[in-house]
């Protein structure tokens, strides 16, 4: 990772959490004391009622996680080869977001029954099976549109950035058992993880001490800077903040984990398909 990347991240990374910490949180606190008659777009089919200032504290502690993985990030770089990178490590980092994920029902099953928090009981959970790929279609056409616009040559010119280095793995490591656990990470393990974190917890906190506007935005970017890669830093933030109107449009955690899963498995897919077609040919 070259400084200039690395930088520009943590720019990305301060700046989003100033205005959350710094400025809208404070600033929405003055708002409503003055006109606490308006209401500030707190609709929609995300509950936040048994959202607590102690939420803020918890919210606090993953933001603090996360700065500190991007301090860690030029040592990381160097460990991120696949010499360095075994199944083991594929392993200790699924346990890893599996622990940080089940601070979210930890800290929310004793002030609400966690399957009604997150909607988990959702009547018209057969509709993932045509929302699912309708949003990879549209995430399709958006880093259609990214490509289209440059950006890949602009960042490569300007940063020498590349896409992630599991994306790099999956398309070139030659050992099988580490691409099957790289694979299985990004379907399953983080979808869960991930959904549970940013749309299941973060999003409502943000959005009752703020508005739900500023949540989806903020919680987008937020999701979009912590993947660490400047090359696909636009299409994650839009993927988080397109994850979190459809949370709120349907009210269950089902949708975006899904949608979540159906993408990262397309992205697989289209990363090994080339691997895949060459290996039939030549058998």
């Not at 699924?94 to 002030?111: D, E, K, S, T």
């Not at 099976?129 to 300007?158: H, T, Y």
């Not at 709120?248 to 992205?267: D, K, Q, R, Y």
Request: hydrophobic share 55%.
């Amino acid at each position: 990772m070259s400084t200039g990347e690395y930088q520009l991240l943590g720019d990305v990374l301060l700046a989003v959490v100033v205005a959350f910490f710094g400025l809208a949180l404070p600033g929405y606190a003055l708002v409503r004391k003055w006109w606490p008659e308006s209401g500030w777009n707190l609709g929609g089919n995300v509950g936040t009622s048994v959202i607590q200032p102690l939420d803020l504290v918890v919210t606090g502690g993953y933001v603090l996680m996360f700065v500190v993985g991007w301090k860690n990030l030029p040592e990381a770089a160097v460990k991120a080869s696949e010499k360095d990178l075994s199944l083991s490590a594929v392993v200790v980092g699924q346990l890893g977001m599996v622990v940080l994920a089940g601070v979210v029902p930890a800290v929310i099953f004793w002030r609400m029954e966690v399957r009604e928090f997150f909607g988990l009981r959702w009547a018209g959970w057969r509709k993932v099976f045509w929302i699912a790929p309708l949003f990879v279609f549209a995430m399709m056409a958006v880093v259609s549109l990214q490509l289209g616009l440059g950006w890949k040559d602009w960042v490569e010119g300007r940063f020498g950035a590349r896409p992630q280095d599991t994306v790099t793995l999956l398309r070139e490591s030659t050992d099988f058992v580490l691409v099957l656990g790289l694979a299985f990470s990004a379907v399953v393990i983080a979808p869960l993880t991930e959904e549970l974190i940013f749309r299941g917890y973060l999003y409502p906190v943000v959005k009752r001490f703020s508005d739900r506007w500023f949540a989806a935005i903020f919680t987008g970017v937020f999701f979009g800077v912590i993947h660490f890669n400047v090359f696909s830093l636009p299409t994650l933030a839009v993927m988080g903040v397109v994850l979190v109107v459809l949370y709120e449009m349907t009210g269950s955690l089902w949708v975006p984990i899904a949608c979540h899963a159906a993408f990262n498995a397309t992205t697989v897919g289209a990363n090994l398909a080339p691997r895949i077609l060459s290996f039939l040919s030549q058998s």
